[in-house]
């Protein structure tokens, strides 16, 4: 390694001797011609040897000054950057995302670096978000299969007893078909975010009637009020058309009905309206519910998140996150108004046909 850099160093020197020989030679001629024509002087043989010898070592000379000037140039000025950035590219490359790299003085420094080092900086952050995001969402995966795999391990074990009773072989086999289900659930959802989130869903959008898919949608929930004993209120105008991608719209209603329905008690009423202006479809929500603080309402479209425990046994944090992601890519804006023990209204807003 130190004879490279000697070499190296070597090489530098032989190059600037020949620069600056090559200067001073052309200037000594032009000096020592326009002297001789001017003055008329004869230059005798030895004359000409000491001025070769004084130029060659002057050259010598001024070629080690410049070499070790710019040595110390290169060294503070390229070497010294350059080798910040790949030491903290390595520790990147070791998973250390804390790493940035400082910017060069202004002083000498060429400002390129500093463009590189900014860009470097940037990039380092965004990977150290993305690896926040990767290990929180592992994380929150791991933890949420916890729960229902513990379940169907123990109604499996419950299973596995001798002489068990009719009924209790029904009601073990139904905890593990409920585990798996959710699991299921849980595993679909996280893959439909997955794929809006990546944007391999591209909306197949085409017209339709608005009011129609949201009677639909709730019809599917029938069995739910009517078992739950909530009443359903309904104010839908007609003929209101959008254009966007009908099976992504209709995972929004079945997430926003399935939350009014889950967070209403019997007695409780769920109202869906939908409203039109000029360019907007306007949709509500609304349910007369155990509703949420300010708090749990800055978080519901977060992924994973469950405000309410005591519910958490119906979800896994995803619906709202998904709903959010579509309206996104829908362009269009979802709001929600709450309080705690009087319902939840939830506003969601795309344009018109
Ligand atoms: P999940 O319903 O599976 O918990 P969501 O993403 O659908 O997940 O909802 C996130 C959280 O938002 C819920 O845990 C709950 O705290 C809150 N939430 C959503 N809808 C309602 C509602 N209609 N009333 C009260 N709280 C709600």
Known sequence: MKIKSVLKWLNQY??????????????????????????????????????????????????????????????????????????????????????????????????TFNQVIDCFNKMAEELGGVETLRTDFIANVSHEMKTPLAVMQNYGTLLQA???????????????????????????????????????????????????????????FENVWEKAGIEIETDIAEDVKVKADA??????????????????????TVSVSLTATAHHAIVKVKDTGCGMTREVGAHIFEKFYQGDTSHSAGGNGLGLALVKRVVDIMHGEIGVESAVGVGTTFTVRIRRA
Do not use: H
């Open 162 to 220: 001798d002489n068990l009773p009719e009924e209790k072989r029904i009601e073990y086999a139904k905890g593990v078909t409920d585990g798996s289900r959710r699991l299921a659930e849980m595993m679909t959802n996280i893959l439909k975010l997955n794929r809006l989130e990546n944007q391999q869903i591209y909306p197949k959008t085409a017209e339709f009637d608005l009011g129609e898919q949201l009677c639909e949608c709730l019809l599917q």
């Open 247 to 268: 099976e992504l719209l209709s995972l929004v209603w079945n997430n926003l009905f399935s939350n009014a329905f889950k967070f209403t008690e019997s007695g409780g």
């Open 14 to 111: 032989f190059v600037f001797f020949l620069m600056v020989a090559f200067v001073i030679t052309c200037c000594t001629m032009l000096f020592v011609s326009t002297l001789r024509d001017s003055l008329g002087i004869t230059l005798t043989d030895d004359n000409i040897s000491a001025a070769a010898k004084l130029t060659f070592w002057n050259v010598a000379l001024l070629s080690l000054i410049f070499t070790a000037v710019d040595t110390i140039r290169r060294k503070l000025t390229v070497e010294r950057p350059v080798k910040q950035i790949t030491d903290a590219a390595e520790k990147i490359i070791k998973g250390d995302f804390s790493v940035r790299v400082k910017p060069q003085s202004k002083f000498g420094a060429d400002d």
